[in-house]
Nanobody, 116 residues
Framework: QVQLVESGGGLVQAGGSLRLSCAAS????????MAWYRQAPGKQRGLVAS???????NYADSVKGRFTISRDNAKNTVYLQMNSLKPEDTAVYYC??????????WGQGTQVTVSS
């Protein structure tokens, strides 16, 4: 099992920036990729960005050019740099680890609120 702890959420004005962090521990060797998801009230959880073990990144169309996913292997941490934030980016953001056995582990989530 992989344990994930997110941090960095908060309240920011539209146009501002936040950086989310996700520290992984446990069965790190089993991770195939890591990703950030978000869930707004009344909506389904959706993929925001992913980062595979081979270095491939993928972004939702709604965040391309504004968000950047990165990782620090030495710290077993994945980051999500969010720039030019919009009110529609308001959601609970979840870190996830896609394991090689097909199981996905989740963090507890961190709230991001963007005021207009």
């Amino acid at each position: 099992q992989v344990q994930l702890v997110e941090s960095g959420g908060g309240l920011v004005q539209a146009g501002g920036s936040l950086r989310l962090s996700c520290a992984a521990s446990g069965s790190i060797f089993s991770i195939n990729a890591m990703a950030w998801y978000r869930q707004a009230p009344g909506k389904q959880r959706g993929l925001v960005a992913s980062f595979t073990s081979s270095g491939t990144t993928n972004y939702a169309d709604s965040v391309k050019g504004r968000f950047t996913i990165s990782r620090d292997n030495a710290k077993n941490t994945v980051y999500l740099q969010m720039n030019s934030l919009k009110p529609e980016d308001t959601a609970v953001y979840y870190c996830s680890a896609w394991r090689r056995d097909g199981i996905t582990d989740w963090g507890q989530g961190t709230q991001v609120t963007v005021s207009s």
